[in-house]
């Protein structure tokens, strides 16, 4: 028991008092004043300055996230959501201006060059970053945004139907797209789709709103527009809007007739002349979802073994999170939805949040998690904090490639039938993600590169791309539905920009399984390599050691989409 409670013990503060309690602006700010005042002289004691304000951003972050978590695991607790929402609207804001000194301070340090050599490349260019898109008139207009995205989840979430004599969430009918009843379905999609259409104009203008606030934020830090902005802001220094572009010409090339090809065989066997967008979740053999575990102890049990057939300890470590009250999974009334993970920065240990069921998908997203759990664990030594957060185009490749090496050992927990049919929906969501991507990344390009748009051509050019990225299913009758489909893809409201990582990831994800098809020992050592490195290199780098090719234009598809075809044709 010992062996296991010190695991991962908690590393010791070297600057803070260790019951230092950031609860309140005031004994942060103490702590950020001292900073700001102190006078490090010689490179050791600037190293020190950056180590202490490492710290102190670490116990602010933990307390930030124990907050958040409280909060989303009891959403009915009004003093859980209070605590939560003070930190980050009142006590944050506060903080944000200050942290801008300090980033001035350290770019400003004699010693800058020096420490930037010491490994502190990344860290240093992320802050000139912010410090030069810094602009106190954005401050508002940023919180105004956020009001906007607010307006935009009260107007989602107040959406129900009435479906057999009761109110339903949009999110509670989406079972019911997955009837084997044709009837059923399509019935279960109308009337959905009708109730997204009776707030179209009050979402469309809202979205008008935003559209021109981003666009004056983008303005006032010097930008033509709202993507060049974004694409800077969001630190992609190693790929361009027009290497996003040219990945949609080769998804069109490569991934659509794939898909379409996909959709094809699933239009023979449902038997229907055209595949319509209530045709698209149904089991092709009307099966029930499998269910392989019933309580939490069961599902982290299927995850944990999925994961040590791929490396002993990457089970044990998800074992030790669930000893250590690391992981809450089951659902319950006021949980919140969705599912993440997240590291306690103090105490360097991951925590996995999800409200789960009991299917082959809840498996599949608690292993997905895990491989982000795995990265927490394996760069948790890093320092400073920045470092023990990768970027997002890798750490999703952390957390996808695990479900994709995952997949190959299905066949040690599941039946044979279910193993062929979990791989089938695997290798067929690899396939049409990049299409999504494409489509959203495409809109999301237009938009903001055209910032004077109406809404009529805002339509057209979605409309346009939904052409051009056509898999195969048939919206006739449906166009008003079709026009507005966007509206549901919340990142567009909500994290501008935040799309095309899913498929760069992706596509290290897939290559990191090809990897261990052929050589599995090695596949997982590059694997470790990669998230030890967490954020402390640039993308190319951590792609490199992971033994993947940072591929943006997705040029690579030429040689793998075949291959992941090949695979998917076994399982039909
Ligand atoms: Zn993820």
Known sequence: ???????????????????????????????????????????????????????????????????????????????????????????????????????????????????????????????????????????????????????????????????????????????HLANPERAVREDAFRLVATRRLQDHAALDGVFDKMVALRHQIAVNAGFDNYRDYMHTAKERFDYTPADCLAFGENVKKYIVPAVRKINEHRRQKLGVDVLRPWDTAVDLDGAAAFEPFTDAAGHVDVAAKLMSAVASDFGD?????????????????????????????????????????????????????????????????????????????????????????????????????????????????????FAWVATIDGFQQWIYTHPQHTSEERTAAWLQLLDDFNTGVDWSGLEQERAAIWHRQLHIFQVPFYYIEYALAQMGAIQLWLNYRQDSATCVADYRKGLSLGGAVGLPQLFEAAGLKFDPRGNAFSEWVPQIVAEWEKTV
């Open 1 to 175: 028991m010992t062996e296991i409670l010190d695991r991962h013990p908690q590393p010791a503060l070297s600057f803070l008092a260790e019951d230092f309690v950031p609860d309140n602006f005031d004994t942060i700010n103490s702590v950020m004043q001292e900073m700001l005042t102190a006078m490090p002289s010689t490179f050791d004691e600037w190293r020190d300055w950056v180590q202490w304000r490492s710290e102190l951003d670490s116990v602010v972050a933990e307390e930030a996230l124990q907050r958040m978590y409280a909060s989303v695991c009891k959403t009915n607790d009004a003093v859980l959501e209070k605590a939560h929402l003070d930190f980050q609207t009142e006590i944050m804001p506060l903080v944000q201006p200050i942290d801008d000194l300090l980033d001035r301070k350290y770019l400003e340090s004699p010693f800058r060059d020096a420490l930037r050599a010491s490994g502190l490349e990344v860290y240093d260019k992320s802050i000139e970053l912010g410090v030069k898109l810094f602009r106190q008139e954005n401050v508002p207009l940023n919180a105004d945004d956020e009001k906007l995205s607010n307006e935009y989840t009260r107007i989602i979430a107040a959406m129900t139907v009435m479906y057999k004599g009761a109110e339903v969430t949009l999110s509670g009918m989406s079972k």
């Open 317 to 433: 470590e998800l074992r030790w999170m669930h000893s250590q009250g690391l992981l809450d999974l089951e659902t319950r009334p006021h949980k919140g939805p969705g599912g993440f993970m997240d590291n306690l920065e103090k105490r360097r240990v991951p925590v996995i949040f999800a409200n789960s069921g009991t299917t082959h998908g809840d498996v599949e997203t608690l292993v997905h998690e895990g491989g982000h759990a795995l990265n927490g664990f394996f760069c948790r030594d890093l320092e400073p904090v920045n470092y023990r957060t990768p970027p997002l185009e890798f750490a999703e490749v952390a957390s996808m490639g695990l479900e994709a090496l995952a997949m190959e050992h299905l066949g040690e927990v599941y039946p044979e039938n279910e193993v062929q049919r979990a791989r089938r929906d695997s290798l067929e969501g690899m396939l049409s993600t």
